[in-house]
């Protein structure tokens, strides 16, 4: 049955996927609110499949907040990566540079809205980064950001990395951690049934020194570690 379900997930979303792709690469010359919609259709049919096809039930626990907040979400799988658009309404979220060096990648995330991060980038690129996020939430858009960098092990608690204190300092947004423990069950190859839980973190105010709000961070987004 597991080998089954995975089968008719991979179809159903690879094929899927090809044919949503297609549209959204003919819209975006056209009409930016249309390709976006496309995205949040792949997004959708992802879920889809998960849910029903994979067999996974999905929680979740709290909910965004409807003021602006840059929300520091859990890596542990790609299914956050892809998921993020159904969590939240249209996410503006922070993304390595080398991935907008990609064919076709880079133009349709920077149309979608996803900030370029990069890490090794002097003062000026940095505050061009605190700029084009700063008119995403001037829009009305939540920030994103993976604050470990890179997919984590489920129940592995790295530090997290230093770009995430200088964000939090600069753009003087509540943060709100959201913990996920999709890595047990959505593996690279067979992917599992069970429950997958998203969990909102109480908010934490800006201007808070940085040992305490990464400490904060890091206690709430592993809190489905156990």
């Known amino acids: ?33 249309w390709f976006r919609r496309f995205v949040h259709m792949w997004s959708g049919m992802h879920r889809w499949a998960v849910i029903h096809l994979l067999g996974c039930e999905l929680v979740i626990e709290g909910e965004p907040l409807e003021e602006p907040a840059l929300y520091a979400i859990k890596h542990e799988s790609f299914f956050e990566a892809i998921d993020t658009t159904q969590l939240l309404r249209v996410p503006a979220v922070f993304a390595k540079q080398e991935l907008f060096s990609i064919w076709g990648w880079g133009h349709a995330g920077r149309a979608y809205g996803l900030v370029p991060v990069a890490r090794d980038a002097g003062a000026k690129a940095l505050m061009a980064m605190i700029r084009e996020a700063r008119a995403m939430v001037k829009d009305g858009r939540p920030l994103v950001i993976f604050p470990e960098g890179t997919r984590i092990p489920h129940g592995e608690r790295p530090p997290l990395q230093a770009g995430f204190a200088g964000l939090y300092k600069m753009l003087g947004l509540q943060v709100v951690p959201v913990a996920i423990d999709a890595g047990p069950l959505y593996q690279r190859r067979l992917k599992r049934k069970g429950r997958i839980t998203y969990r909102f973190g109480e908010p934490i105010p800006p201007g808070l020194p940085r040992a305490e709000v990464e400490e904060r961070v890091l206690d709430a987004i592993n809190a489905l570690n156990t």
């Not at 991979?10 to 930016?32: E, K, Q």
């Open 1 to 33: 049955m597991l080998l089954i379900r995975n089968l008719a997930f991979y179809l159903v979303f690879y094929a899927g996927s090809v044919v949503v792709t297609g549209a959204c690469l003919l819209a975006l010359p056209f009409s930016r609110d």
